[in-house]
């Protein structure tokens, strides 16, 4: 595949040539570009033209490309020059502004200088057709460390589980049997679950979100950098409590030992992520990786691979477009009520809050009465809630940011009542 790409792009340069007589800069930079996104959307990462972010100088520099990689992090940089700059020159002067060396290419339409490590590792023409295929190869298939780090913990994460596990049910078994302030407290909750969430509910359940949300704390408190979140989020705290009864100190650091590496990794990558965009992306690799060790079976029943940006946004124009066409109105307008009954991560309402971003006054009052959304599965449900809420912060200007004392988010806080489904009900 990837020697079929240089041939489309060289081509492609060919037939320019050929169609005005002669090729620009600006004409190769375009087609390289064009070969870089197709290259990177192969590998299912994400090309961004432009992107800017802090140096490690702390200055703004916005390279022509960034490509993102699945994991959500920045994975690769691209820099055009002009045909008559000196391409040396201008890669020292980017350079000492505090360009990425990690993982770069720069280049002027004639020569692509590949940099890795903070070495020059590449450098050919770019109209040779091997030799170009070797500096993408190269480019291509650096793995940062980080990224190298996670896989690893990934690896590491599914040998240690189901030790981890066993030693949680058997210290929740114990509190069940020989701590009554424990059993009382799980049974106030599970009462209050079964009434506001589903009757059918049992001991079994409580179980389960309790296990999720021991392993899933250090998370959340190291990717949003929410280290409240815990404490404040209704079902949070009422589990943090549980937690609280049976499971503190030297026992709680040596069953979770095991899964160091893998939190250390989500650490070390979290930190290198700097946009709320990029850590939605983040937090749903982390999420499908973690649920298919956690459960297998269980991930395959409930489809626990999200769908992919584009279609969720596709979903968003054509439901607009379709609620005009057939209603003779738009999701935007009041008196549309939008359901989401299995948000998962939010990602539905995010895109549908940043579809409609450039009319803030509708949209205020469409996310505090109209948008109403629910999960079931407690570590989507609290990647919902931070989502949803930063997303709706960072779209609608001077929001005050929303903390109910029973709820995280007002789009999870209402019940679908017919169904008598949301784990934000007030009774919490």
């Given at each position: 595949?990837?020697?079929?790409?240089?041939?489309?792009?060289?081509?492609?340069?060919?037939?320019?040539?050929?169609?005005?007589?002669?090729?620009?800069?600006?004409?190769?930079?375009?087609?390289?570009?064009?070969?870089l996104k197709?290259?990177?959307?192969?590998?299912?990462?994400?090309?961004?033209?432009?992107?800017?972010?802090?140096?490690?100088?702390?200055?703004?520099?916005?390279?022509?490309?960034?490509?993102?990689?699945s994991?959500?992090?920045?994975?690769?940089?691209?820099?055009?020059?002009?045909t008559?700059?000196?391409?040396?020159?201008?890669?020292?002067?980017?350079?000492?502004?505090?360009?990425?060396?990690?993982?770069?290419?720069?280049?002027?339409?004639?020569?692509a200088?590949?940099?890795?490590?903070?070495?020059?590792?590449?450098?050919?023409?770019?109209?040779?057709?091997?030799?170009?295929?070797?500096?993408?190869?190269?480019?291509?298939?650096?793995?940062?460390?980080?990224?190298?780090?996670?896989?690893?913990?990934?690896?590491?994460?599914?040998?240690?589980?189901?030790?981890?596990?066993?030693?949680l049910?058997?210290?929740?078994?114990?509190?069940?049997?020989?701590?009554?302030?424990?059993?009382?407290?799980a049974?106030?909750?599970?009462?209050?679950?079964?009434?506001?969430?589903?009757?059918?509910?049992?001991?079994?359940?409580?179980r389960?979100?309790?296990?999720?949300?021991?392993?899933?704390?250090?998370?959340?408190?190291?990717v949003?950098?929410?280290?409240?979140?815990?404490?404040?989020?209704?079902?949070?705290?009422?589990?943090?409590?549980?937690?609280?009864?049976?499971f503190?100190?030297?026992?709680?650091?040596?069953?979770?030992?095991?899964?160091?590496?893998?939190?250390?990794?989500?650490?070390?990558?979290?930190?290198?992520?700097?946009?709320?965009?990029?850590?939605?992306?983040?937090?749903k690799?982390?999420?499908?990786?973690f649920?298919?060790?956690?459960?297998?079976?269980?991930?395959?029943?409930?489809?626990?691979?999200?769908?992919?940006?584009?279609?969720?946004?596709?979903?968003?124009?054509?439901?607009?477009?379709?609620?005009?066409k057939?209603?003779?109105?738009?999701?935007?307008?009041?008196?549309?009520?939008?359901?989401?009954?299995?948000?998962g991560?939010?990602?539905?309402?995010?895109e549908l809050?940043?579809?409609?971003?450039?009319?803030?006054?509708?949209?205020?009052?469409?996310?505090?009465?109209?948008?109403?959304?629910?999960?079931?599965?407690?570590?989507?449900?609290?990647?919902?809630?931070?989502?949803?809420?930063?997303?709706?912060?960072?779209?609608?200007?001077?929001?005050?940011?929303?903390?109910?004392?029973?709820?995280?988010?007002?789009?999870?806080?209402?019940?679908?009542?017919?169904?008598?489904?949301?784990?934000?009900?007030?009774?919490?």
């Amino acid at each position: 595949m990837s020697q079929l790409l240089i041939n489309q792009y060289l081509n492609e340069i060919d037939r320019l040539r050929k169609f005005s007589g002669s090729v620009t800069e600006g004409v190769i930079s375009e087609a390289f570009k064009d070969l870089l996104k197709t290259w990177s959307r192969q590998l299912n990462w994400q090309f961004a033209a432009q992107y800017e972010f802090a140096s490690t100088q702390k200055s703004r520099i916005r390279p022509d490309g960034t490509i993102f990689h699945s994991l959500g992090l920045p994975f690769g940089y691209w820099e055009a020059k002009d045909t008559a700059d000196d391409l040396d020159v201008e890669i020292r002067k980017k350079l000492a502004k505090g360009y990425p060396q990690d993982n770069i290419i720069f280049e002027n339409s004639h020569t692509a200088v590949l940099i890795q490590d903070r070495q020059e590792v590449f450098r050919c023409s770019m109209t040779d057709n091997d030799a170009l295929l070797k500096l993408l190869n190269l480019f291509f298939g650096y793995e940062r460390a980080e990224i190298r780090e996670f896989r690893k913990a990934v690896e590491e994460f599914k040998t240690y589980l189901p030790f981890v596990l066993d030693a949680l049910s058997s210290r929740i078994d114990a509190a069940y049997a020989e701590n009554p302030v424990f059993k009382a407290a799980a049974q106030k909750f599970l009462e209050t679950c079964k009434e506001t969430i589903n009757p059918t509910l049992g001991e079994a359940d409580v179980r389960e979100m309790l296990i999720q949300h021991i392993l899933t704390e250090e998370i959340f408190a190291n990717v949003f950098n929410e280290g409240d979140f815990h404490h404040e989020n209704n079902i949070a705290k009422e589990l943090y409590a549980l937690e609280g009864k049976f499971f503190t100190g030297a026992v709680k650091k040596e069953t979770l030992k095991g899964l160091e590496l893998y939190y250390a990794a989500i650490r070390a990558n979290a930190a290198q992520i700097t946009s709320h965009a990029e850590k939605q992306t983040f937090l749903k690799v982390i999420y499908e990786n973690f649920y298919k060790v956690y459960d297998a079976k269980k991930a395959d029943r409930l489809g626990v691979v999200y769908t992919p940006n584009e279609i969720v946004k596709f979903m968003v124009e054509g439901a607009d477009w379709l609620c005009e066409k057939h209603f003779g109105k738009n999701l935007i307008d009041e008196h549309v009520e939008i359901l989401d009954p299995a948000t998962g991560t939010g990602t539905f309402i995010c895109e549908l809050l940043e579809y409609f971003r450039g009319d803030p006054k509708k949209l205020a009052h469409k996310y505090k009465n109209e948008l109403h959304a629910n999960e079931v599965a407690i570590l989507p449900y609290y990647v919902a809630n931070l989502n949803i809420e930063a997303t709706c912060t960072d779209v609608i200007p001077n929001i005050k940011r929303i903390r109910f004392a029973t709820s995280f988010s007002p789009v999870l806080k209402r019940a679908l009542s017919s169904q008598r489904m949301n784990f934000t009900a007030t009774a919490y």
